[in-house]
């Protein structure tokens, strides 16, 4: 198949060599579903879909699903998506950071991507933060960790992709990372101090002129240590950080930008090119390095533009490949010959739940009609029923900066919850849900199913199904109980449940 941008040569360079042949494009439908979730964390609408389905190519296909990522990626619920994701990774919580606290860092988090901030300056303003952490939110970035260590190992594991727990006390067994590295990392936060104020739950970060992180084997003074170039002159007294972040940011850096667009290209397509995608080490090498380099280089090239790389990914054939595998690509799982099932993540699943019954989702201290992905932290919900459903089907804790937290496994709970659980039951027997509504206007059966289908799964339905549904209703007493138990089938199927 034709590549469409150097990500498919790149891909396709790869799955020649193993002999895999990538799958054909998904479709229309298929394709703004994928899109829709993995950008917004929502569904599109029915006149989305028609509009997008029925919309004629300017030349070809290509320009046509170019011209919806471009609209997509300037939708406010873009914002909203990845500084949960980001919230997930900085450990945004109202116990971390406070009631007050929790809602002024969210919104700068959703600020950020909504300017589309370049991702080295993104960097730059975390991790040189200080002052009132109510009126600088980012100072809270340093409430996660009370030490130098703590503060250096969540660091390195965000930005740099790499876990240096194991290197507190004795040198990696298998990596090159050794004791002596992790306390030079650490000294660029050994002068990093908080102290309360007389404000409740509020913090000011600040900078001591002088302090020392000691190495505890040698009781030497650690000597600040990156990297490739290690050991870096730094200020005899004052801040140390901005020329840790200075070192970070370089273009010529070999960590930042490979960590980023991995993160990305793991969220959309399921799996990093680095997996995990923030544990790069030697003996966990990238399934395609060409590919992960051109898109670090890309990503500088264009000043750390995280919608930029976004779109090249998306309009991508690699991304727009179809979930079906072929013959020749079955077997594979990590070379990206086709697009791999996921399951919806806790936040995406309420989202489109509240959106196929046509009944908002209702969370705390947010206005009427606010989605799961516009809550800044899970301990905001307290004891609201959304909070317990999110809970089941993952939605990460925050207790620490790894993406393991957030589970994509299948557990009986969720069945559970899916099939007689209060929030879903709740929205079937609303009054005033979507297929209600269509009832009440008098609309067919016929119309009725195809809204269903559309707002579930961005299609129509067959001809088997919309047979087989209608011949349903027309053995029911009860019209309406039969459309609650149609649109549980829809919520309850895999084609709803999964990204794919």
Not at 22 to 51: A, H, M, N, Q
Not at 123 to 144: D, Q
Not at 467 to 486: C, F, T, V, W
Request: proline share 5%.
């Amino acid at each position: 198949p034709p590549a469409t941008n150097y990500v498919d040569r790149l891909v396709h360079e790869k799955l020649r060599q193993l002999k895999y042949l990538p799958s054909e494009r998904c479709g229309d439908y298929e394709f703004i579903r994928r899109v829709y979730l993995d950008v917004l964390g929502v569904l599109p609408t029915i006149k989305e879909v028609e509009t997008f389905v029925a919309a004629a190519p300017q030349t070809d296909e290509v320009d046509k699903r170019t011209r919806l990522i471009d609209e997509v990626l300037e939708r406010p619920e873009y914002a909203s998506f990845w500084a949960l994701k980001w919230g997930d990774l900085l450990r945004l919580t109202r116990i971390q950071v406070g009631d007050e606290g929790v809602y002024k860092y969210h919104r700068w988090l959703r600020n950020a991507f909504a300017a589309n901030m370049p991702y080295d300056r993104f960097v730059r303003e975390l991790l040189t933060a200080g002052g009132s952490t109510f009126v600088n939110p980012t100072a809270n970035y340093f409430r996660g960790a009370n030490d130098p260590s703590g503060l250096m190992e969540s660091t390195t594991q965000v930005f740099l992709g790499a876990r240096l727990q194991c290197a507190k006390c004795h040198n990696h067994p298998f990596e090159r990372w050794t004791q002596d590295n992790y306390y030079g990392m650490s000294a660029f936060f050994g002068r990093v101090k908080a102290k309360k104020t007389a404000r409740p739950e509020e913090l000011v970060i600040w900078t001591q002129r002088s302090g020392e992180v000691t190495h505890p084997r040698t009781g030497r003074v650690a000597k600040p240590w990156v990297p490739v170039r290690g050991e870096i002159k730094t200020p005899s007294d004052g801040d140390r950080r901005p020329v840790l972040v200075d070192w970070l940011t370089n273009a010529d850096n070999p960590y930042l930008a490979k960590v980023e667009v991995n993160r990305i290209w793991s969220h959309l397509l399921g799996r990093g090119i680095v997996e995990p995608f923030d544990d790069f080490r030697d003996t966990n090498p990238p399934a395609i390095g060409a590919l992960l380099d051109a898109l670090a280089e890309d990503f500088v090239a264009h000043g750390f533009d995280r919608k930029y790389i976004i779109r090249t990914i998306l309009n991508s054939r690699t991304y727009q490949a179809s979930s079906t595998p072929n013959e020749f690509n079955t077997e594979d799982i990590k070379y990206f010959s086709h697009f791999h099932p996921r399951m919806l993540t806790a936040e995406q699943i309420v989202n489109a739940i509240s959106q196929v019954s046509g009944v908002a989702g209702t969370f705390a201290q947010l206005p009427v009609g606010a989605r799961a992905t516009d809550v800044p932290s899970p301990d905001v919900l307290a004891e609201e029923e959304s909070n317990s459903f999110l809970k089941i089907f993952g939605q990460s804790e925050r207790q620490t900066v790894c993406e393991c937290e957030r589970s994509g496994d299948a557990r009986l709970g969720q069945a559970l919850q899916l099939f007689n659980g209060k929030f879903v039951q709740d929205k079937l027997v609303d009054q005033d849900n979507r297929f209600r509504r269509l009832i009440k206007a008098n609309r067919s059966n016929e119309e009725i199913l195809r809204e269903l289908y559309l707002s579930a799964y961005a299609r129509t339905p067959s001809e088997g199904e919309l047979r087989q549904n209608l011949e349903y209703i027309a053995r029911s007493e009860d019209r309406g109980k039969a459309l609650e138990d149609i649109t549980w089938v829809l919520l309850n199927a895999n084609e709803f449940l999964f990204q794919h």
